[in-house]
């Protein structure tokens, strides 16, 4: 079983841990994210001042699933600055695999994830067979949050939202240049992302949810069509997905897919095979 562990779940806009102590007891805790695109000097020296501040002793093993952790050299470097703190890194890759092979394992099927952002893979044995988006902010993410929010940026700058949700808008962004401007930094993925979730005690709801299905269908029509003929069923991981999971439902009908799970948070499933894999080893 799993002792003295250390496991994280790392996506664009923070890290969800789990520790689990020499006795086996879990504890969750969140951290800040991993992703590359924050990496600098003063990254490294704010994630070592965390750990130092955290209470957890001893060396802890590492098994680390990341976004934009699918680069050895970004492997690489991450595993030495966090050897340096300390800990024994046992695995690290893509937050994608990690939750591949704990939520599919050797069986055939699908794993759709919708974040922040989007990607649609297939697997069977353990091994990724094809993929479909994933392409980041500027030529893909359909379906995800920052998609929802993309779409909605748009019809407030071209002025087709209703009257209360424009001026919902309009109060956050009052300038429209200086949102034109902000577009343009890859920060904002994130900061759009958000209006997934801030939306939701908007008026207009009846218009909120055809955003959420148009892009959703957008999902569709670039992913889930094209899956392959002999698959049926998969994982869809997010918490925006799980939000969504209705809608998400009928459009899996359309295209013949089924789904065995929505999960928000997949790192209770990546400790449990993590878990199961140590007792199977």
């Known amino acids: 079983m799993l002792r003295n562990a250390l496991i994280g779940d790392s996506g664009g806009s923070g890290t969800t841990w789990c520790h689990v102590d020499r006795e086996g007891r879990r504890r969750q805790f969140q951290g800040p ?21 955290s209470g957890i002793e001893g060396g802890p093993e590492v098994y680390l699933y990341g976004a934009g952790l699918g680069n050895e050299n970004h492997c690489a470097s991450l595993k030495h600055h966090l050897e340096g703190i300390g800990f024994r890194v046992k695995e690290m890759s893509s937050d994608v695999q990690g939750i591949a092979q704990a939520a599919l394992g050797k069986k055939r099927g699908y794993l759709a994830i919708l974040g922040t952002g989007s990607v649609y893979q297939e697997y069977d044995q353990g091994k990724m067979l094809r993929q479909l988006g994933g392409y980041g902010h500027l030529f893909g993410d359909e379906g995800s949050a920052y998609g929802f929010g993309r779409i909605l940026v748009r019809k407030y700058l071209d002025g087709l939202l209703p009257g209360s949700l424009y001026k919902w808008m309009e109060e956050k962004y009052p300038s429209r240049e200086s949102l034109l401007a902000a577009l343009s930094h890859s920060s ?8 997934a979730v801030q939306s939701q005690n908007c008026q207009e709801k009846e218009f909120i949810e055809e955003i959420h299905l148009e892009n959703l269908k957008a999902f569709q029509e670039s992913c889930l069509k094209h899956h392959s003929e002999d698959l049926k069923t998969g994982y869809f991981v997010g918490s925006y997905a799980v939000a969504q ?18 999960v928000a948070e997949p790192i209770e499933l990546i400790v449990d095979f993590l878990d199961w894999k140590s007792l199977n080893l």
Not at 34 to 53: I, T, V
Not at 188 to 195: P, S, V
């Open 33 to 53: 994210s991993y992703h590359p695109a924050y990496w600098s000097d003063d990254f490294w020296g704010q994630s070592s001042e965390y750990w130092k501040q």
């Open 188 to 195: 904002m993925k994130y900061e759009l992302g958000q209006l």
């Open 245 to 262: 999971s209705g809608k998400i439902k009928q459009l899996l009908e359309e295209v013949n897919l089924e789904v065995e799970e929505f």
